[in-house]
Structure formats: structure tokens, C-alpha cells
């Protein structure tokens, strides 16, 4: 593939309302949208800049600036050219769209791989006070799956505890977000466990995890920040059972596809994730979410308004995105 045209720029997407996690809030989605042509089709890609990562939309897109005199530039050279992270990941997601637009066919159909219909998602509660989280359950009460925003301080069982009150049918995971230190995780989780909760996300900061070793593992633990490509898996072997897979953290879906694949065969169970971002920046994941066992794909929901030709969300499902979105 030669003579590629490749653009990138900033979008703003306001959300809803403000949504808060243990390192802050915010009140917009800013994206980069990558698009490839070759001048006769046009394959789109979309990313989220991760600030944890100290990543900008004008680092991402210096990223992509920094390639576009390229030659013969494919997804293989893609992954030689830029590190893991959101940059590759919307340049990645571009050009399998691309593929994807120039063969006529759905991008399952040319990778095999297996899709369904419909996947259900979880719902995300923002970090906040127990009344104002519950109030944000009862109001979502018949959402199959919620997944709380905590914040390590002592009102995370409160907060648990209000939410499963306001939804007592609805099955729970929680994300601490790197924000618990190890006396606050044996302190809680007993009563995690006796409140349902099915699955805790990066309890501990990303350099201090190695602490999982020695902890007792009640609900399974599943990691984000700790893991985001391959080359990660060994040092999480003995500490998590669970891998969060985000494209913006694998650097797109040719490394997300090699991740899950690995994960699998190295006995973790695997939960598709994402950032506050539109349904082309979910379309992708979409595809993995298939066979996954947890999927965390509600970003589009989050916003005050999608893109057209969104992902269709009913009822906490998700189907499959249309030829004009994506793939």
C-alpha cells in the first residue's frame, strides 16, 4: 500500500455531565480523528489522548505528522514505526477501515473473527458522593451490569453499598482507578465480596502492583494501566486474573488481536474496555468484544451527543457498527 494520504485532527465532544474518576474530572471528550485515503477510498480511525500516559491531542497528532512521508506505510510498518498508544491506534483503526472499504467487505468477514449480534456493556457510575451515585443507579437500575468509578478514601464501601440498594438486580465491578493502598483493599474487599461485587479494576498504582502476590484475591482482580500490550503479560501473570484491553493502550487492533490471543492462551480472562470517546473510537473494540468476557464499551454514552452513524446502545447491548461508521 503506497501514496497513502494521511490526515489528523482534534475533535471536541461535550459530555453530558461531568464525569469524575480517582485522578480527576472532566467535562469533554477530546479526540483525534486519523484518516487514510488513497484516493480513492478512505478508511477513518479515532483516539483518545491519555494524559496519564502524558499524551495531548498535539503530541498524538505530531505522531502522525511525523510519518506521513512514508512509503509503502501498512498496519505492519505501523507498528515498527510508532510506540504502543493512542497516536498508532487511530492510524491502526484507519487503515483496517481502509482494508475494509477497498475490498467491499466487512472487516469480520476478511479477519474471521467471530462477531455476534448484540454484547451487552457495562454501564459506568462516575465518581461521587453515595447519594449522587445511587440516584446515577437507580436512574440506570435496569442496566444488566454497572461499573463504579472509587476513589480509595473511606467512602468507597458507602458508595458501593448505596449503589446496591438503588440496583439490587444489577451485577457490579468497580475501578479504583490506582487509587487504593493495600490496607484499604483488606479492609473493604470482605464486604465487596458479601455486596456481589464481581470484579475489582487496578486497585493499586501501575508500579506498586507487585502487592496482588501476597494479597488474598476474594474477587478476581483485573488489570488496566498495569497492562497494555503483549509484552506485559508476564509481569502480570501472578497478580491479576483479568487484562482490560483498550485500543488506545495497545496502539490499536492488530496488537489488541495479539493481545487477547496471548491473554487467553496464558490463562487471563479478558475485559474490552475504552476511554470517553465516540462510537468510531468504540466501532473497533466492538469486534474483540465478541468473545470477551467482560465488555466495558459505553464511552458514547457518556456524551452529550454521538457522530452519525453511531453504534446502536438498547437496553445495555450493543450492536454491530454500520459499513458508514466503521469497518
Same mark, same amino acid.
Given at each position: 500500500?503506497?501514496?497513502?494520504?494521511?490526515?489528523?485532527?482534534?475533535?471536541?465532544?461535550?459530555? &453530558?455531565?461531568?464525569?469524575?474518576?480517582?485522578?480527576?474530572?472532566?467535562?469533554?471528550?477530546?479526540?483525534?480523528?486519523?484518516?487514510?485515503?488513497?484516493?480513492?477510498?478512505?478508511?477513518?480511525?479515532?483516539?483518545?489522548?491519555?494524559?496519564?500516559?502524558?499524551?495531548?491531542?498535539?503530541?498524538?497528532?505530531?505522531?502522525?505528522?511525523?510519518?506521513?512521508?512514508? $512509503?509503502?506505510?501498512?498496519?505492519?510498518?505501523?507498528?515498527?514505526?510508532?510506540?504502543?498508544?493512542?497516536?498508532?491506534?487511530?492510524?491502526?483503526?484507519?487503515?483496517?477501515?481502509?482494508?475494509?472499504?477497498? *475490498?467491499?467487505?466487512?472487516?469480520?468477514?476478511?479477519?474471521?473473527?467471530?462477531?455476534?449480534?448484540?454484547?451487552?456493556?457495562?454501564?459506568?457510575?462516575?465518581?461521587?458522593?453515595?447519594?449522587?451515585?445511587?440516584?446515577?443507579?437507580?436512574?440506570? @437500575?435496569?442496566?444488566?451490569?454497572?461499573?463504579? &468509578?472509587?476513589?480509595?478514601?473511606?467512602?468507597?464501601?458507602?458508595?458501593? $453499598?448505596?449503589?446496591?440498594?438503588?440496583?439490587? @438486580?444489577?451485577?457490579?465491578?468497580?475501578? @479504583?482507578?490506582?487509587?487504593?493502598?493495600?490496607?484499604?483493599?483488606?479492609?473493604?474487599?470482605?464486604?465487596? &465480596?458479601?455486596?456481589?461485587?464481581?470484579?475489582?479494576?487496578?486497585?493499586?498504582?501501575?508500579?506498586?502492583?507487585?502487592?496482588?502476590?501476597?494479597?488474598?484475591?476474594?474477587?478476581?482482580?483485573?488489570?488496566?494501566?498495569?497492562?497494555?500490550?503483549?509484552?506485559?503479560?508476564?509481569?502480570? $501473570?501472578?497478580?491479576?486474573?483479568?487484562?482490560?484491553? $483498550?485500543?488506545? &493502550?495497545?496502539?490499536?487492533?492488530?496488537?489488541?488481536?495479539?493481545?487477547?490471543?496471548?491473554?487467553?492462551?496464558?490463562?487471563?480472562?479478558?475485559?474490552?474496555?475504552?476511554?470517553?470517546?465516540? *462510537?468510531?473510537?468504540?466501532?473497533?473494540?466492538?469486534?474483540?468484544?465478541?468473545?470477551?468476557?467482560?465488555?466495558?464499551?459505553?464511552?458514547?454514552?457518556?456524551?452529550?451527543?454521538?457522530?452519525?452513524?453511531?453504534?446502536?446502545?438498547?437496553?445495555?447491548?450493543?450492536?454491530?457498527?454500520?459499513?458508514?461508521?466503521?469497518?
Amino acid at each position: 500500500m503506497t501514496a497513502l494520504l494521511i490526515e489528523a485532527r482534534e475533535e471536541t465532544w461535550p459530555l &453530558k455531565e461531568v464525569f469524575r474518576i480517582a485522578r480527576g474530572a472532566c467535562t469533554e471528550a477530546r479526540v483525534v480523528v486519523v484518516t487514510v485515503s488513497n484516493g480513492e477510498h478512505t478508511g477513518r480511525g479515532e483516539c483518545v489522548p491519555i494524559a496519564r500516559y502524558n499524551q495531548s491531542t498535539e503530541s498524538v497528532i505530531a505522531q502522525i505528522e511525523s510519518i506521513k512521508g512514508e $512509503k509503502s506505510l501498512d498496519r505492519q510498518h505501523v507498528q515498527e514505526l510508532l510506540p504502543a498508544g493512542a497516536a498508532r491506534n487511530a492510524l491502526d483503526c484507519a487503515l483496517w477501515d481502509l482494508q475494509a472499504k477497498i *475490498s467491499g467487505k466487512r472487516l469480520w468477514e476478511l479477519t474471521n473473527i467471530p462477531v455476534v449480534p448484540e454484547v451487552v456493556t457495562t454501564l459506568t457510575i462516575s465518581l461521587d458522593t453515595e447519594a449522587k451515585m445511587a440516584a446515577a443507579a437507580m436512574a440506570n @437500575a435496569t442496566a444488566p451490569i454497572l461499573k463504579l &468509578k472509587l476513589g480509595g478514601d473511606d467512602l468507597d464501601l458507602a458508595r458501593v $453499598k448505596a449503589v446496591r440498594e438503588a440496583a439490587p @438486580a444489577a451485577r457490579l465491578l468497580i475501578d @479504583a482507578n490506582e487509587s487504593w493502598s493495600p490496607e484499604h483493599y483488606e479492609e473493604i474487599v470482605p464486604a465487596l &465480596k458479601e455486596s456481589g461485587v464481581a470484579l475489582i479494576e487496578q486497585p493499586f498504582p501501575a508500579d506498586a502492583d507487585e502487592v496482588l502476590e501476597t494479597l488474598d484475591h476474594l474477587i478476581p482482580v483485573c488489570a488496566d494501566e498495569s497492562c497494555h500490550t503483549t509484552a506485559d503479560l508476564p509481569r502480570v $501473570k501472578n497478580r491479576y486474573e483479568i487484562i482490560n484491553v $483498550k485500543l488506545d &493502550k495497545t496502539g490499536g487492533l492488530t496488537e489488541a488481536l495479539r493481545l487477547c490471543e496471548r491473554a487467553r492462551e496464558s490463562g487471563f480472562k479478558l475485559l474490552i474496555g475504552c476511554m470517553v470517546c465516540t *462510537s468510531l473510537g468504540i466501532a473497533p473494540a466492538r469486534l474483540l468484544a465478541s468473545t470477551a468476557d467482560y465488555v466495558d464499551l459505553d464511552g458514547p454514552l457518556l456524551l452529550a451527543r454521538d457522530r452519525r452513524h453511531g453504534l446502536a446502545y438498547e437496553n445495555g447491548r450493543i450492536g454491530l457498527p454500520s459499513r458508514q461508521l466503521w469497518g
